[in-house]
């Protein structure tokens, strides 16, 4: 089991912003697909953001252009800033890791990876 430690979330107002980082050891930050998902009380989880090993980065529709991906080269993590914040922002985040199996890519199946404990972000209305 990957160790991976989100860390980052708190409570804002509409229209603020946060980062939330996920920290991971050495190979699993170089070798793996990693992204974030988020589930909000009575709903699916959804995926948010990918970055694939090689760089690749996917957003779902509901964030693309306020939130970004990105990798801390420096400290082993990958990190999502979450910029204007609107209240269906609401959820607990996770991290999710996952390297290559058979014939597939490592992104392929994400949600079959490893999670991490996952950090609540809260935004008020």
């Known amino acids: 089991q990957v160790q991976l430690v989100e860390s980052g979330g708190g409570s804002v107002q509409a229209g603020g912003s946060l980062r939330l980082s996920c920290a991971a050891d050495g190979y699993t930050f170089s070798r793996y697909c990693m992204g974030w998902f988020r589930q909000a009380p009575g709903k699916e989880r959804e995926e948010v953001a990918v970055?694939?090993?090689?760089?690749?980065?996917t957003y779902a529709d509901s964030v693309k252009g306020r939130f970004t991906i990105s990798k801390d080269n420096a400290k082993n993590t990958l990190d999502l800033q979450m910029s204007s914040l609107k209240p269906e922002d609401s959820a607990m985040y996770f991290c999710?890791?996952?390297?290559?199996?058979?014939?597939?890519?490592?992104?392929?199946?994400?949600?079959?990876?490893?999670w991490g404990q996952g950090t609540q972000v809260t935004v008020s209305s």
């Open positions: 970055m694939a090993s090689n760089g690749r980065t």
């Open positions: 999710v890791a996952k390297g290559k199996t058979g014939t597939k890519t490592a992104c392929y199946a994400l949600r079959n990876g490893s």
